[in-house]
């Protein structure tokens, strides 16, 4: 019997094995665009690296010769190859040894015609990628055009890919099916026919995506606070004016009491958030606590907080309270009394009549309560605490029979 045991604990670690979820590095798995993108980084790479290349003869006119003969001949284009992968890498040298020919056409023939390797390999050769703002095995425009895809303020689905549907995703603050609407707590501080800016936190924004108004003078910008602009004057040229970085305060996203709004305080919202209220033109908090039907539990007290309210327990020595602690019970429970303004414990052993009442018996205090123990040696009976001698004799006496007189 002892064989077949050891081969059936030799079978464990294989099964455990067979059990275990896949590596990440097989989850993570890159894209086939993925890897024709980093085959063709590490060729442009290999041509800066060979492009300074010289062979220092100190003849100037034979090296230039000699060096344009270099810049387009097979021997850069075999060194360029052989730094693509590293010998470990499978999959990169499997791609190499499938598209070398390609690699070389293009180096030795295609070059000067398509000069963007990326797109003549990746795009159009292979078919693996789309150009960025395209998506989808025939590369559409991503939703809102393929050269603002998500009006700049989202990423489209499958971007630069064969894969996605070309659908939306917005960064923090927009939603919309473009990505041109505020969300609920962000305001649009800049909106015009091509561009939508919804304020959150402060950041430097690129400028590429800010177009003032022919109105506008130079380091201001309407309605998105102070401003400054090193470029040409936006009165006259206003398509220059942001050739730098803008740097502007952002305020802070909408007020917390504002649902929608136009502006970053409590004055200008549009609707009030869920808690709050408009009085006098400005959205309020609503103090639920104070409310003619109390919104906590007998055993609770309410607290208010902004927009909402909690409802927190009462101390255990209260029956109902108004606020946290002993010192806010309406009533005390039994066991405790009011001393010094708060609900304290009542020692029943300390007070004039006995709580205790057995002969012998000792009290002790509890919160909220008493014992009563008979001490050390001593034996519980129905009226007293006796020593062990004296409970003998009783049930002693108790077993006896009785004595019968003669007659």
Avoid at 29 to 58: E, H, I, S, W, Y
Avoid at 185 to 202: A, D, P, Q, V
Avoid at 397 to 405: D, G, L
Wanted: aromatic share 8%; glycine share 10%; with cysteine.
């Amino acid at each position: 019997m002892p064989p077949p045991r050891r081969a059936a604990l030799g079978l464990l670690p294989l099964l455990l094995l067979l059990l275990l979820p896949p590596a990440p590095e097989a989850a993570n798995k890159p894209t086939p665009c993925q890897r024709c993108r980093g085959l063709v980084d590490k060729f442009n790479q290999g041509m800066v690296d060979t492009a300074k290349k010289n062979f220092g003869g100190g003849n100037t006119a034979w090296e230039e010769k000699t060096l344009s003969k270099y810049e387009f001949s097979e021997i850069r284009l075999l060194e360029i190859l052989e730094g693509l992968c590293e010998g470990s890498d499978f999959e990169c040298n499997q791609m190499l040894e499938a598209q070398e020919e390609h690699l070389e056409a293009w180096w030795l023939q295609l070059k000067n015609e398509y000069p963007d390797l990326f797109e003549w390999f990746c795009v159009k050769t292979l078919k693996v990628c789309c150009l960025p703002g395209t998506y989808g095995p025939d590369c559409l425009g991503c939703q809102g055009g393929s050269q603002r895809p998500c009006s700049g303020n989202g990423h489209c689905s499958g971007d630069g890919s064969r894969q996605g549907d070309g659908s939306c995703r917005c960064h923090v603050g927009y939603q919309g099916p473009l990505c041109a609407d505020c969300m609920d707590g962000y305001f649009s501080s800049l909106r015009n026919e091509t561009h939508s800016f919804c304020t959150g936190r402060g950041y430097d924004r690129p400028p590429q995506f800010l177009y003032p108004s022919p109105s506008l003078s130079l380091g201001h910008w309407h309605g998105m606070g102070h401003a400054w602009i090193r470029g040409r004057n936006t009165r006259t040229q206003p398509q220059y004016a942001f050739s730098r970085w803008l740097k502007i305060p952002w305020s802070s996203a909408c007020d917390e009491s504002c649902k929608t709004c136009l502006g970053p305080t409590n004055r200008d919202c549009g609707e009030c958030e869920v808690g709050w209220v408009l009085e006098e033109g400005a959205c309020v908090d609503v103090d639920e606590c104070v409310a003619e039907t109390p919104p906590c539990s007998a055993a609770q007290f309410c607290k208010n907080v902004n927009g909402s309210y909690t409802c927190e327990e009462c101390d255990s020595s209260c029956v109902g309270c108004t606020g946290e602690g002993p010192g806010n019970c309406k009533e005390c429970i039994p066991g405790y009394a009011r001393e010094l303004g708060q609900c304290a414990d009542v020692d029943e052993c300390s007070l004039a009549e006995k709580a205790c009442v057995r002969k012998n018996e000792n009290c002790y205090n509890t919160p909220g309560s008493y014992v009563c123990v008979c001490p050390d040696g001593f034996e519980e009976t129905e009226d007293a605490c006796v020593p062990p001698a004296e409970a003998d004799v009783t049930e002693e006496s108790a077993t006896q029979p009785p004595v019968h007189e003669d007659l």
